[in-house]
């Protein structure tokens, strides 16, 4: 009895490894199928008109309110004096500097003068053009022209000397008397009476010397 159990125990355990094994070896043995369709790819623009869905509308809510839209409401300039007057905040007003600089004083070209102000001090007024009315004694010729020879007698009987190269501002004869009173306009160079002045004019003032005699300066 218990022989025979094991007889049908074991047929039954060997027809489940039977199957087993039938089944692993056929997976095993058999080839996968590979597709060798390809697959088409089709655009959404491809799709014939008449199967692309219809837009869709959007049909509006009866219950909802419908929206109301306001034009903005934009700032009014202000008109006439008021926006003039007004400025804007924290804008920096320069106003133009409109003082005008100090004029120095003008010097004049000629410088009339007193005589006996140019001989207390002659450097004073170096490189000036001086006018002065002076009695000439002697006009003598030398390498710059006439050199002219000009007396000044102080009411303290102090005599001064002042001499003038005539340059070219003179001929060569000019009409000068001695004694005579002129008016002479020369140009002091270096601040002497003795040298370094140059004329520029010398015109004869219709007076003289009480001892003039009217004898020619250039003899």
């Known amino acids: 009895m218990h022989f025979f159990r094991l ?114 001090n002659p450097t004073a007024y170096a490189g000036r053009k001086l006018e002065m009315t002076l009695q000439l004694i002697t006009a003598r010729k030398g390498t710059r022209g006439w050199r002219l020879n000009f007396v000044c007698a102080a009411p303290d009987k102090t005599i001064d000397y002042l001499f003038v190269d005539s340059g070219d501002a003179l001929g060569d004869s000019p009409d000068l008397r001695i004694g005579y009173v002129y008016r002479v306009v020369f140009e002091c160079g270096r601040g002497y009476a003795a040298e370094g002045n140059l004329l520029s004019s010398i015109e004869h003032t219709g007076q003289k010397a009480d001892w003039a005699t009217g004898l020619s300066a250039t003899d």
């Open 7 to 120: 007889r049908v125990i074991n047929t039954v355990l060997f027809l489940l490894v039977g199957v087993l094994l039938g089944f692993i070896l056929k997976d095993r043995l058999q080839a996968p199928s590979v597709s060798t369709a390809i697959p088409r790819y089709q655009p959404a623009y491809d799709q014939p008109a008449g199967a692309r869905g219809a837009p869709e509308e959007f049909a509006p809510d009866a219950d909802a309110a419908p929206e109301t839209y306001e034009d903005p409401v934009l700032p009014r300039e202000p008109s006439g004096s008021a926006a003039e007057d007004e400025e804007p905040a924290g804008e920096l007003m320069i106003e133009p500097d409109t003082q005008e600089a100090p004029v120095s004083p003008v010097r004049p070209s000629v410088l009339k003068l007193e005589a006996g102000l140019f001989f207390k």
